[in-house]
């Protein structure tokens, strides 16, 4: 029998094993999905959203042991991981609150006597998502499609799995009906089958470029809808004219976060060479000064990465970086205590051709890159197949938004950190991903959007 293993990944001891679900299990599964979505889109607007504030609750009721759980199964920092629980029950809330006026029947004037749009689920969508934020990329994809009416599966990661059982619980334990909400445990081998089968009409996954072509494949021979968001080579990019003390300070946090395991970390410095001697020796100060160890202990800032295959091409990375070139500010090397530990790292004298400038970094690795001017900067970030978040930071709002014009990318922040917002669309272009999720473009991705004419038509 097929087990998913949940594992510490501060120590490598194994925490829990679960039995992989077989086809009957997936099968019954599916068909509960499939037999409770009309009843959840008959529901109502009222009722469905009253059950999202009823899921806030839970989490906050809850947040401690969900916490617990993360930091338990990937490493995330305790208090790091409050703040997902948090983040999603805020969330949860936010749309709950909204939802209504987002999917509202839009009137647009044509030759008919009336004429509207209007949003109408599609039905069941799968969900496969990744470990890294393992509360927030489930409640992310599944609160705006459950909003809309859609039932959901969720696949989430194998190294997961008592994370991906609590979150069904969460729903559960707010009163949403059976069926809507179901987590699947299973390895990837049955996702392209379950996209397939006519009972499910899209899906939606968050990770890596492979699994996101193939996905994509699945579910273009299917001729059903997905959304992707896959991976990021976010640049940072710092101008001459930029309050250098502030940007290195928000670097730091921003390429080390979630133990710089985001998709949309930072983690292309691209430096204008006036402060970049400034910039450097700011940054580097702060990211070597991070606390580093059990993820448990508030104090630290830094825990784990998640896997220790992680941790060796981070470590491949970082030495092919080294070989070619680059010089390390601080940090370079794993830490030999008994878990997937990397040092915080910053490697200067970053060029093309070096791992760290083209490859995507998935651990607290950060790439320093000199440029001479605002031109050479958009050029070197957009110099990459990625296009999900970035950032400028610049004395002149007003420039920052017109270099904006010109980033390749989903997200762009000036002066502030990336981040995902209820409020705003999340997701990017080139290899990166398509689709939506969040905000009005999110909520109405697994909708029909149905063209209303009422005639007779005006004369």
């Known amino acids: 029998m097929k087990v998913l293993r949940s594992i510490d990944p501060s120590n490598g001891k194994e ?7 077989d086809a009957a299990g997936v099968e019954a599964a599916v068909e509960r999905a499939w037999s409770s979505r009309h009843a959840w889109r008959d529901a109502g607007m ?16 809850e947040k401690s042991r969900f916490a617990a759980l993360m930091t338990a199964e990937m490493g995330k920092p305790i208090v790091e991981a409050e703040g997902e629980v948090e983040k999603c029950a805020w969330s949860a809330t936010w749309i709950a609150d909204n939802a209504a006026r987002l999917l509202a029947d839009e009137p647009i004037e044509s030759t008919a006597t009336k004429s509207y749009v209007r949003y109408q689920p599609l039905g069941v969508i799968l969900a496969v998502m990744p470990w890294n934020f393992p509360f927030w990329q489930a409640f992310r994809a599944g609160l705006p499609a459950l909003a809309a009416g859609n039932v959901m599966l969720l696949k989430h990661a194998s190294n997961v799995p008592q994370c991906a059982l609590a979150i069904e ?10 069926g809507v909400f179901q987590t699947l445990l299973i390895g990837p081998g049955p996702i392209s089958g379950i996209i397939a089968d006519r009972r499910v009409a899209g899906v939606t996954l968050t990770g890596s470029e492979a699994a996101g072509e193939l996905v994509a494949s699945a579910a273009g021979k299917a001729l059903k809808k997905s959304v992707l968001e896959l991976g990021g080579s976010d640049p940072f990019i710092v101008l001459e004219d930029a309050d250098v003390k ?17 998709c949309i970390a930072a983690k292309r410095f691209i430096v204008a060479e006036p402060i970049a001697d400034e910039f450097e020796e700011l940054f580097s100060k702060a990211v070597a ?7 448990t202990d508030r104090a630290n800032q830094v825990g784990p990465l998640a896997r220790p295959d992680l941790v060796d091409d981070l470590e491949r990375q970082v030495k092919e970086s080294i070989s070619k070139g680059a010089k390390v500010l601080a940090g370079g090397k794993r830490l030999n205590n008994g878990g997937n530990f990397f040092e915080p790292t910053v490697l200067a004298g970053v060029k093309p051709g070096m791992p760290v400038y083209n490859e995507e970094t998935f651990g607290p690795v950060a790439a320093v890159i000199r440029v001479r001017d605002a031109e050479e900067a958009l050029r070197v970030a957009n110099d990459t197949d ?10 002149d709002v007003e420039r920052g938004q017109m270099l904006a014009e010109r980033v390749e990318a989903g997200l762009v922040f000036i002066n502030g950190m990336v981040a995902s917002d209820a409020r705003l669309p999340f997701g990017g272009v080139k290899r990166s991903g398509y689709g939506r999720e969040l905000s009005a473009a999110g909520i109405r991705e697994f909708t029909n959007i149905q063209t209303v004419w009422v005639g007779p038509a005006k004369t």
């Open 15 to 21: 925490l829990a094993t679960f039995p992989d679900l």
């Open 46 to 61: 009222d009722l469905r959203t009253a059950l999202l504030r009823a899921v806030a609750g839970v989490l906050r009721a």
């Open 169 to 178: 619980d969460v729903f559960r334990e707010a009163g949403v009906p059976a």
């Open 246 to 262: 502030t940007a290195a300070t928000v670097a730091c946090r921003a390429r080390n976060q979630n133990n710089g395991q985001s």
């Open 289 to 295: 000064a991070l606390k580093v160890g059990d993820p």
């Open 386 to 395: 990625f296009g999900l978040g970035s950032s400028i930071w610049t004395g």
